[in-house]
């Protein structure tokens, strides 16, 4: 029997006084994770980023159940992208991502 694969939607808001790009946000999660958990910790977290509104400054990531603890202290350790200094904030967390959107009126 194939295993079922739960996952989590994390909703992140970035606050800078700069705008962060994508290419830039995507960059420095990925390497964020890496630094801290290796390649084998990163592929175990099945990482995405599934939204990102540069105007809003809220992304969206996909991960799996397990490794949400991990994706959660990744992120909230991330304090620069490129030149500009950041605070990531974790705004909700939820199993679909209706049900996320829903809660945050997107």
Known sequence: M???????Y???RIDSDQTIEREDFIRAVWSNILRLFGEYGASQMELKIIDY???KRLA????SHKALPLV???ILCITHIGASEVAIRVERVSGTLRALRRKLSL
């Open 2 to 8: 194939p295993k079922i694969v739960r996952r989590r």
């Open 60 to 63: 969206v990531l996909r991960c």
């Open 10 to 12: 994390i909703a992140v």
């Open 72 to 74: 959660k202290a990744s």
């Open 53 to 55: 509104d540069p105007k």
